[in-house]
C-alpha cells in the first residue's frame, strides 16, 4: 500500500472489482455496451470534476458549489442557442463557455478581492443560479439538442466510442499536460500548497486562483452542453446531480480538499467509480431505503481508502 | 537516581531516521541543556517525552520506573510540561485561556475569575518586559511573536510539572525578555525542578546549563558538565569530524565598497512599522541592519521586496523609481529577497525540487511552458554554488534536511542574478556549516557586484559580513556604525539607546 | 365582488409548475369578465417545508381570501391551516393531497393517475411480462400514491411480473441512466412504468439501446416528447397531471368564496376532503388531438386541461 | 516573524471594533433589525405579535440546527448530514408516538428517543469524522445519504399524524403567551449557559488549531465527537420543532434545511476555519434567511423573479456580513 501512486491505483482496482460485483449480481452490468455507457455517464461528471478539481487543487479550502447551476444554465443556453440546428452548435459552445466564464469570474472575484470562503461564495452563487434558471425558464422557447451534439454523446465516433469520451480523454491528456508541463500548472500547486510562498515568488496569486474559479464554471458549461446532447432536451435543474458528487470524484481520486497536491488522472478514475458504483445500486432490487443505507455506508467505506487526515500523534 | 531517563529512543518518518538513539538524563534541580544541529533529532526526542509524538522503540524512565507516555495529557499527569518550539497556542482564544488551556478553573463551566486570577499570576512573572497590549484578555492573534512566545513560555510554566521542557524559548525573544526568563528558570531550578533547554545560541548554554546533552545526526553522543566544557568542544562534538570552517563566519569584512555605483536608493521611507528610514546601497556592498529584534528591519525588507507596500517615501533602483507595490513587480526590477521564515514564505511543501527551484526563473524568462530537462540544466549550477545537497529534482522539497531547504529556496534567485538581494534573517533555524556556506556564497556575490541588505537576529553574523550597519530601534534607523565602529560593544549599546 | 387569492408553490424544479402558476393567473383574470376581481398574490420558491408554512403565515399576515397551495407535504400543514380557517381564509391544495380537515383538495387523484398508466401497459403487453418501473422521490406523498396505484393494477395480473423498481427522483437524465442500467441487466424487459419527466429520459435510453419496437413504456405530456411520440411512432401511453388543476382549483374557489355551495360536497380520497378532477389519458388513439392542443408552444410545455368557469359553476348548487 | 512593534493605531471606529470583536453578531444583527423594519414597511401585520409568533415558530427548527451547526464548525469542522438527522428524528419519534398510542407518556418516551437517536447520528459523525479522520465535507454528505435511507426505512412515506397534545401544545399558548416564546427563551438560556462551559472553549481551541491544541493535552478527538454529539442533540431539538409545527412525520421534511444552517452560521458571523464565532449570531442568521423570503413576497416581487431576488439577496448579506465584521476586525 506505500506505492505513491495510491489513490488512482485504489480506484481502478475499485472499479473492478465493482465491476465484477455488479456482473455477479445483475449478469449483463459488465458488458462491453454498458461499459460505455456508463462511461458516458461518468464523462458527463468527470467533465464537471475537472473544474473542481482545479478549484480544490488551488487550496485555501477551494470548492465549487455552484457547478450543478452551470451545468443546468449552460444545458439550458445550449438548448435555446442551437435549438436543435446543427448549425447552431458553435454559437451554443460559446455562448455556454462565456456564460460559464462569466460565473466562475464573479465566484473567484468573491473568492479573491472579497475574501469570501469559497464554500459560502459559491453556495450563494448556487442560489442565484437557481433563481436565474426560473427567471430564464420562464420566458424563453423551448431548446432541443442539436442532432449532431446528441449524436456526439451516444454515438460511436471513432474506433467505436462516441465522441464525448473522446472529449474526456482529450481533457484528460489536456489537464494532465497542464498541471505537469506548463508553469500554470506549476503555479496551481504552489498556490495550493503555500500560497504565501507563491506570493513571495512573485506568482499572481489572485489571478490563477480567479481562473481557476473560471475554469470550473467552463468545464461545468462543457459538461451542461453535453448533457444536454445526453437527455436530448433541456429541462431545469439538471446540473442539480452533480454538486457534491463532483467533489466525491475529486476526493476519490486522490486529491484531498485542502488542495496542493494530487491531480486529475485519479479523478477521472473517481469518476467512473462513484457512476459505476450507482449503476450497481440501481440494478440491484432492493428498496429506495435500502439503496440509499447502502450507498451511503459503501461511500464511508471507499473513504477509508482516501486521503484520511493526518494523527494527531505522529 | 535521574528523575527523567530516555533510553535508546527512536524514530523514523518514512525514509527519514528522525532519531536513532537519544539517550537523556536529567537530574531534579539540573538545567540540562540539549544542544546539535538542525535537524539532529532534538524537537524529536522532546516530542516523545511530552507524548505527541510515538516513538518507535526506546524507554521512558521516570524516577527509575518504565513508564509509557500515550499522550500529552498523559505526560501532563506524569509532571511533565512542555514548551513547543513551534508554539501551541490558539490565535482567538485569550492569553489567558491559552496559559490554562488544558487546566480551565472551574468545573462543566469555565470560572473566569479563578481563569484571569491564575494566569495573572504567570503573567507577573513577566512584569515589564511584556510589551505593549499583553493583558490576561488580549487575544493571542493580535500579540507580536516575541509576546506569542512568552504565552508558550507562560504555559508550560502553569502545568507546575517537575520536570519542564523548553525547546528553543528564546529565538524571538528580546534581551530583557531572555533575562528574565532565566531568572525565572534559575529559581525553578533551585525549587528542585527538572530543566531541559534547547537553544542555539552558545552564549545562553553557557550562561544557563549545569550539564550538556549533544545530538549529532538523531545519536546522542555525550553528556558533560558545563563547568568541564567550553564552546569548541561542543560545537567539535555537534558537526563529528568536520569541524574546519566554522570560524569563517567571523572572518573580517572584504574592504569598504563605498565608492562604488549606488544601485539602491531609499529616501524618507515610511510604513507599518517603521519610518522615515533612508539609505544608499552601492554595488558590491553588504548593507546589515541591526538592533534590538523587531525594531523595523524586517518590514523595511519586506516593504521594499513589495510585500507589504510602503505608505510613503521614495525608492529608486539603478536610478529608476522602483514603485515596490508586489513582489511580482519588485523581482521583475531585478530584487531578491529571501527569508528566514522558510516554512511560511519560502517552502512549497510537498512539491518537487524542480518546482520549489524555478518560480523566480520562469517568472524573469516569462516561461510558459515547464520543459522539465531545460529547467533541470538551468537550476543546477545555482544549487551546486551553494553545495546543496538533493537526490534528484524529482523528489519532493519535504525530503531533504531543512538547511538544504534553504539552500533551495536560495537557489531559486539566483538562476538569474538579481541586482539587490534583500536578506530577512536568512539564517534562521540552519545550522553552523550551512550558515558557513551560505555566508561564503553572500561574499562571493558580493565581490562579484550584487547589492546586498542582511538582517540577522544574530549580532555576530552582522559583524562579520556587513560592510556598514544601520542600528534601528523602534521602527527608525538611530545609528549608522562603518569602519572600526563595527563592534559588538557599539552595536549593542545602539540597539538599547532610546529611540 | 373582489377577491384576493394567494398561490403557494415549494418547489419551482420544472416547467410544469410554472405552467401551473401561469395558467392559474389568467384563470383569476378571465373572472374580471364576470364582474369579479380577482386578485393573486404569488409565492413560488425552492423552500422546504418550514419554507412553505412560512408561506402560508405571510399569505395570513397579507390578508388574503383564499390560499391555494401545492404542498410539498400531505400531513405538515395541519396547524398552519387551521390558523389559515381561523383568520377566516379558504385553503385548497391541489396537485398533492393534504390531510387537514381545514383544507380541501381539487386536483386529480395520483393514485388513479398512477393506476391508469398501468392499466394501458397491462393491456398493452396483453397482462404478461417483465415490467420495471422508474419512479420520483422515494417517500414523495405524489410518488407513493402513483407507486400504489401501479402496484395494484399489476396485482391483478398474475404474469406480469414488477422485476426492478428504482427512484430516480423526477429527473429526467437520472431517468435515462437508470433505465440504461436495467437495459443492461434486464434485456428481457417487456414494459416500463415511468412518471413525468424520467420518461423522456427513460425512452432515449430504450431508443438509445434499439429497443423501442420491444418495449412500451409509460409516456409524458411535454411537447418535445408528444413530438417525439408521434414521430417515432412510440409505443406509449400517458396519464395526464394537467397542469390545469391549480387553476380549477382557483375557479373553485372563487365560487366557494361567492358562499355557493357544491353539489357533492368533497369528501373523496383518503383524508375524505378531496374534489376528484378527471385524468386525461393519452395514447395512440388521440395522441394526434394533444400534438395538435401543444402545437406551436414552446418543449417543455405540458398538455394541459383545467376546469372553466362554467364547468366549475355546474358543480355548484 | 512580523517583527512590527508599533501599538495598532487608534482610530474614530475603535469603539466599533472592540465591539464587533465581542459581539460578531452585530453586523447580522443590524441586518434582522433593517429586515424587521422593511417587513413591517410593507406587510404590518408581518411585524405584528402573531407575526413575529409565527416567524418564531417557523423558523425555530433552522434556528435550532443553525446553533447544531454552530458547534461543529466551532471546531472547524462541518456537518453535512444536520437536516437528514432531523429528518430521521422526526420519522422516529412520530413513528415512536404513534406505537406507544399516543398519550403524554407516548409523547415525553417519543421526545427521549429522539435525544437518543440524534445523540447516536451526531456521535457516528463524529467517529467518522474525528475518529477515522475523514474529511469532513465529503463524510457527513454520506452519512446523510445513510440517515436519510435509514428514514426512509423507518417511515417509506409522509403522513402519520404527531398526538394532538404535542402539536397543540407547540403551537398553543399558555397563560396568553404562546409556547414558542417559552421555547426561545429557554434556548436563549441554555445557550448562554453553554457559552460558559469548558467544552465551547475547548471546541473553538480545536477549531483554532487542532495540532496545537492536541499538543497542549486536549483530548481533541474525543472534544470533536462531543461537538458532533451536541449538534446531533440540537438536530433532534430542531426536529421537535418541526415535528411541533408540522404535526406529522416527513422522511424528507430536512433534507433542505442543511445548506440554510451552513448559510446562517456564516451570516451569524462564525468563522467556517473554525476557532471563532457564535451561536446567537447562527440564530440571528437564521431568522435573516426566513425574512428574506417574505421581504421578497411583501414587496410584490412577481413569482418567476423571486427566487432569483432571493438568491441574490442571501448572497448580498453573506457578503456584507464577511466584509463587515472583518472590515472591523483589522
Ligand atoms: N517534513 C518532513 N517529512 C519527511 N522527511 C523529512 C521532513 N523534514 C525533514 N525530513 C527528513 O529529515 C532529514 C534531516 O532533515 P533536517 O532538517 O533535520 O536535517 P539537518 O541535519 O538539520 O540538515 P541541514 O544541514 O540541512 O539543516 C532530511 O534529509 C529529510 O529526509
Ligand atoms: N512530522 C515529521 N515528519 C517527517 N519528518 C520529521 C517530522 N518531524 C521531524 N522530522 C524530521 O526529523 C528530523 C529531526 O527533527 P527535529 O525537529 O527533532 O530536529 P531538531 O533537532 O529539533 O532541529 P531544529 O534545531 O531545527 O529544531 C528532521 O530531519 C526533521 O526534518
Ligand atoms: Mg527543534
Ligand atoms: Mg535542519
New binding site residues.
Given amino acids: 500500500m506505500a506505492a505513491l501512486k495510491a489513490p488512482l491505483m485504489v480506484a481502478l482496482l475499485l472499479i473492478v472489482l465493482l465491476l465484477a460485483l455488479g456482473e455477479y449480481l445483475s449478469p449483463g452490468f459488465a458488458s462491453a455496451q454498458q461499459i460505455l455507457r456508463l462511461l458516458i455517464v461518468a464523462a458527463l461528471m468527470g467533465i464537471v470534476a475537472a473544474g473542481q478539481n482545479l478549484v480544490i487543487l488551488g487550496g485555501r479550502e477551494g470548492i465549487d458549489l455552484s457547478v450543478g447551476g452551470v451545468v443546468s444554465l449552460a444545458a439550458i443556453i445550449a438548448g435555446n442557442l442551437m435549438s436543435g440546428q446543427d448549425s447552431g452548435i458553435l454559437l451554443a459552445v460559446l455562448g455556454c463557455l462565456a456564460a460559464g466564464a462569466l460565473i466562475g469570474l464573479i465566484n473567484g472575484i468573491g473568492v479573491t478581492l472579497l475574501r469570501i470562503p469559497p464554500l459560502v461564495m459559491t453556495l450563494g452563487m448556487l442560489g442565484v443560479l437557481q433563481g436565474l434558471l426560473v427567471v430564464i425558464r420562464n420566458g424563453i422557447p423551448s431548446g432541443r439538442a442539436a442532432p449532431g451534439l446528441s449524436g456526439f454523446v451516444t454515438q460511436p465516433l471513432f474506433l467505436g466510442l462516441p465522441g464525448i469520451i473522446w472529449l474526456w480523454i482529450a481533457i484528460g491528456l489536456l489537464m494532465a499536460f497542464l498541471l505537469r508541463r506548463t508553469i500554470l500548472g506549476y503555479r496551481i500547486y504552489a498556490i495550493g500548497s503555500n500560497e504565501q510562498a507563491a506570493f513571495m515568488a512573485g506568482m499572481p496569486v489572485k489571478t490563477t486562483r480567479i481562473l481557476l474559479f473560471v475554469l470550473s464554471g467552463m468545464f461545468a458549461a462543457i459538461a451542461g452542453i453535453c448533457l444536454l446532447g445526453y437527455t436530448g432536451s433541456s429541462f431545469a435543474n439538471v446540473g442539480e446531480q452533480y454538486m457534491l458528487p463532483s467533489i466525491i470524484a475529486v476526493v476519490f481520486g486522490g486529491t484531498p480538499l485542502s488542495g496542493g497536491k494530487g491531480g486529475y488522472t485519479g479523478t477521472m478514475a473517481g469518476a467512473i467509480l462513484l457512476t459505476v458504483l450507482q449503476g450497481i445500486l440501481t440494478t440491484v432490487n432492493i428498496d429506495e431505503s435500502g439503496r440509499q443505507m447502502v450507498f451511503g455506508a459503501t461511500l464511508l467505506l471507499l473513504m477509508l481508502f482516501y486521503g484520511r487526515g493526518q494523527a494527531l500523534r505522529t | 537516581m535521574a528523575r527523567l531517563v530516555a533510553k535508546a529512543v527512536s524514530k523514523t ?4 531516521k ?1 532519531l536513532r538513539r537519544g539517550d537523556l538524563e536529567v537530574e531534579a534541580g539540573e538545567v540540562h541543556v540539549l544542544i546539535g ?5 532534538k524537537s524529536t526526542l522532546c516530542k516523545i517525552v511530552a507524548g505527541s509524538v510515538r516513538p518507535d522503540s526506546g524507554e521512558l524512565l521516570l524516577d527509575g520506573k518504565p513508564v509509557t507516555i500515550n499522550d500529552p495529557q498523559e505526560a501532563k499527569t506524569y509532571g511533565i510540561g512542555i514548551f513547543y518550539q513551534e508554539l501551541s497556542l490558539a490565535a482567538h482564544r485569550t492569553v489567558a485561556e491559552n496559559i490554562l488551556l488544558s487546566n480551565l478553573p472551574g468545573g462543566v463551566f469555565v470560572d473566569r475569575k479563578q481563569l484571569v486570577a491564575t494566569a495573572s499570576r504567570y503573567i507577573a512573572l513577566f512584569d515589564g518586559v511584556t510589551g505593549e497590549g499583553f493583558s490576561a484578555g488580549a487575544t493571542v492573534e493580535a500579540l507580536r511573536p516575541d509576546q506569542r512566545q512568552l504565552v508558550e513560555i507562560m504555559k508550560a510554566l502553569s502545568t507546575e510539572a517537575p520536570i519542564l521542557i523548553f525547546d528553543e524559548p528564546t529565538s524571538a525573544l528580546d534581551r530583557a525578555q531572555v533575562d528574565r526568563f532565566f531568572d525565572i528558570l534559575r529559581r525553578l531550578k533551585a525549587e528542585g525542578r527538572s530543566i531541559v533547554f534547547i537553544s542555539h545560541r552558545m552564549d545562553e548554554i553557557f550562561a544557563l546549563g549545569d550539564r550538556v546533552t549533544v545530538i549529532r ?1 538523531g545519536e546522542t553522543v555525550a553528556t558533560k558538565r558545563i563547568d568541564e566544557t567550553d564552546a569548541a568542544e561542543v560545537i567539535r562534538l555537534m558537526v563529528g569530524g568536520e569541524s574546519a570552517g566554522m570560524e569563517t563566519a567571523a572572518r573580517a569584512p572584504a574592504a569598504n565598497k563605498a565608492a562604488a555605483q549606488t544601485v539602491l536608493s531609499v529616501g524618507n521611507l515610511s510604513g507599518v512599522g517603521f519610518h522615515n528610514v533612508s539609505f544608499d546601497l552601492a554595488a558590491g556592498e553588504i548593507l546589515g541592519l541591526g538592533g534590538l529584534h523587531g525594531q523595523g528591519q524586517s518590514a523595511v525588507l519586506r516593504a521594499l521586496f513589495g510585500a507589504s507596500p510602503p505608505s510613503s517615501g521614495s525608492v529608486s533602483l539603478k536610478g529608476e523609481p522602483l514603485d515596490a507595490n508586489s513582489p511580482r513587480a519588485t523581482i521583475k526590477r531585478g530584487v531578491a529577497y529571501v527569508s528566514g521564515d522558510r516554512r511560511r514564505d519560502g517552502v512549497i511543501a510537498g512539491r518537487p525540487i524542480l518546482e520549489n527551484v524555478t518560480p523566480i526563473h520562469a517568472l524573469k524568462q516569462r516561461l510558459a511552458l515547464a520543459a522539465p530537462s531545460s529547467l533541470r540544466d538551468r537550476a543546477k549550477p545555482a544549487l551546486e554554488a551553494l553545495r546543496t545537497k538533493f537526490a534528484g529534482f524529482g523528489h519532493p522539497i ?9 539552500k533551495i529556496v536560495i537557489a531559486r534567485w539566483l538562476i538569474d542574478r538579481p541586482d539587490v538581494l534583500l536578506l530577512d534573517d536568512p539564517t534562521k533555524g ?2 553552523l ?2 550558515k558557513t556556506d551560505l555566508f561564503q556564497l553572500i561574499r562571493k556575490l558580493a565581490a562579484e557586484g550584487m547589492a546586498i541588505v542582511l538582517y540577522s537576529s544574530e549580532d555576530a553574523e552582522l559583524l562579520g559580513n556587513a560592510d556598514r550597519i544601520l542600528v534601528f530601534n523602534g521602527g527608525g534607523v538611530t545609528r549608522e556604525l562603518t569602519g572600526a565602529d563595527r563592534t559588538a560593544f557599539n552595536l549593542y549599546q545602539a540597539a538599547y539607546e532610546a529611540a | 365582488e373582489d377577491f384576493k387569492i394567494g398561490l403557494s408553490n415549494g418547489w419551482v424544479g420544472s416547467e410544469w409548475r410554472t405552467q401551473m402558476i401561469e395558467e392559474a393567473q389568467a384563470a383569476a383574470a378571465a373572472w374580471k369578465e364576470k364582474g369579479h376581481n380577482v386578485e393573486v398574490v404569488v409565492q413560488s420558491a425552492n423552500v422546504d417545508v418550514p419554507g412553505q408554512i412560512a408561506h402560508v403565515r405571510n399569505f395570513i399576515s397579507e390578508g388574503v381570501d383564499a390560499i391555494i397551495i401545492n404542498p410539498n407535504s400531505p400531513t405538515a400543514f395541519d396547524p398552519v391551516f387551521a390558523q389559515a380557517k381561523e383568520a377566516g381564509i379558504l385553503v385548497i391544495a391541489t396537485d398533492a393531497e393534504v390531510s387537514s380537515p381545514d383544507a380541501m383538495y381539487v386536483g386529480i387523484d395520483q393514485k388513479a393517475w398512477g393506476a391508469a398508466g398501468a392499466e394501458w401497459l397491462a393491456k398493452t403487453l396483453n397482462g404478461k411480462g417483465n415490467v420495471v418501473a422508474i419512479n420520483g422521490v422515494a417517500g414523495h406523498p405524489a410518488n407513493e400514491m402513483r407507486v400504489a396505484g401501479y402496484k395494484e393494477v399489476f396485482a391483478k395480473h398474475p404474469d406480469i411480473k414488477i422485476v426492478n423498481e428504482v427512484n430516480a427522483n423526477w429527473d429526467q437524465a437520472q431517468g435515462q441512466q437508470a433505465m440504461q442500467n436495467l437495459l443492461a441487466t434486464y434485456p428481457d424487459i417487456a414494459g416500463v412504468w415511468v412518471q413525468d419527466g424520467m420518461a423522456a429520459g427513460a425512452w432515449k435510453s430504450i431508443m438509445d439501446a434499439n429497443k423501442s419496437d420491444q418495449i412500451a413504456a409509460t409516456g409524458e405530456i411535454r411537447k418535445d416528447f408528444i413530438d417525439l411520440w408521434t414521430k417515432d411512432k412510440l409505443n406509449s401511453g400517458a396519464s395526464v397531471n394537467p397542469p390545469g388543476v391549480m387553476a380549477s382549483a382557483l375557479n373553485v374557489a372563487v365560487l366557494l368564496l361567492q358562499d355557493k355551495e357544491l353539489k357533492e360536497p368533497a369528501t373523496a380520497g383518503q383524508y375524505g376532503n378531496a374534489m376528484y378532477l378527471d385524468i386525461p389519458f393519452i395514447d395512440s388513439s388521440n395522441l394526434a388531438e394533444a400534438a395538435k392542443q401543444v402545437e406551436g408552444k414552446p418543449g417543455y410545455y405540458s398538455y394541459t386541461d383545467q376546469l372553466s368557469i362554467e364547468e366549475a359553476e355546474a358543480l355548484f348548487k | 516573524m512580523s517583527d512590527i512593534a508599533i501599538a495598532p493605531p487608534k482610530t474614530a471606529g475603535h469603539g466599533l471594533k472592540r465591539a464587533i470583536e465581542r459581539f460578531p453578531f452585530l453586523p447580522a444583527l443590524l441586518i434582522l433589525v433593517v429586515l424587521l423594519v422593511l417587513n413591517g414597511l410593507y406587510q404590518p401585520r408581518s411585524v405584528s405579535l402573531v407575526g413575529i409568533t409565527g416567524l418564531v415558530k417557523t423558523y425555530l427548527a433552522l434556528m435550532l440546527l443553525a446553533v447544531a451547526q454552530t458547534y461543529v464548525v466551532y471546531a472547524g469542522d462541518i456537518d453535512l448530514s444536520a437536516g437528514a438527522i432531523v429528518s430521521l428524528v422526526n420519522v422516529s419519534i412520530i413513528t415512536a408516538m404513534d406505537a406507544l398510542g399516543g398519550g403524554t407518556s407516548a409523547v415525553l418516551l417519543g421526545l427521549g428517543l429522539g435525544l437518543l437517536v440524534g445523540l447516536a447520528c451526531g456521535i457516528v459523525n463524529g467517529i467518522v469524522v474525528a475518529a477515522l479522520r475523514l474529511q469532513a465535507i465529503v463524510a457527513t454528505f454520506a452519512t446523510s445519504i445513510f440517515f436519510t435511507g435509514l428514514a426512509l426505512y423507518v417511515l417509506p412515506v409522509a403522513g402519520t399524524p404527531a398526538p394532538t397534545a404535542f402539536w397543540r401544545t407547540y403551537g398553543g399558548r399558555i397563560l396568553d403567551i404562546p409556547f414558542v416564546m417559552y421555547a426561545a427563551v429557554l434556548l436563549a438560556v441554555l445557550l448562554l449557559v453553554l457559552a460558559r462551559t469548558q467544552l465551547t472553549t475547548r471546541l473553538l481551541a480545536v477549531g483554532d488549531d487542532q495540532q496545537a491544541a492536541y499538543q497542549s493535552g486536549l483530548p481533541v478527538t474525543r472534544i470533536r465527537i462531543t461537538g458532533y454529539a451536541l449538534a446531533g442533540l440540537f438536530a433532534a431539538l430542531a426536529a421537535f420543532c418541526i415535528t411541533g409545527d408540522t404535526a406529522s412525520g416527513d422522511p424528507l421534511v430536512g433534507g433542505k434545511m442543511t445548506l440554510n444552517s451552513v448559510a446562517a452560521v456564516v451570516l451569524g458571523g462564525t468563522a467556517l476555519a473554525g476557532g471563532f464565532g457564535t451561536v446567537t449570531g447562527s440564530v440571528i442568521g437564521a431568522l435573516i434567511i426566513g425574512l428574506i423570503g417574505s421581504l421578497v413576497f411583501f414587496v410584490g416581487t412577481p413569482s418567476e423573479w423571486q427566487n432569483l431576488v432571493q438568491g441574490v439577496a442571501i448572497l448580498v448579506a453573506l457578503m456584507v456580513g464577511i466584509l463587515v465584521s472583518r472590515g472591523a476586525r483589522r
Avoid at chain 2, 13 to 16: P, Q
Avoid at chain 2, 37 to 41: D, T
Avoid at chain 2, 398 to 406: E, P, Y
Fill in positions: 518518518y518514512g525514509a527519514t528522525a544541529s538542525n535537524g539532529s533529532g545526526d519535504s525530503s531533504l534536511s531543512g538547511g538544504n531547504q534553504q540552519i545550522d556549516s550551512a
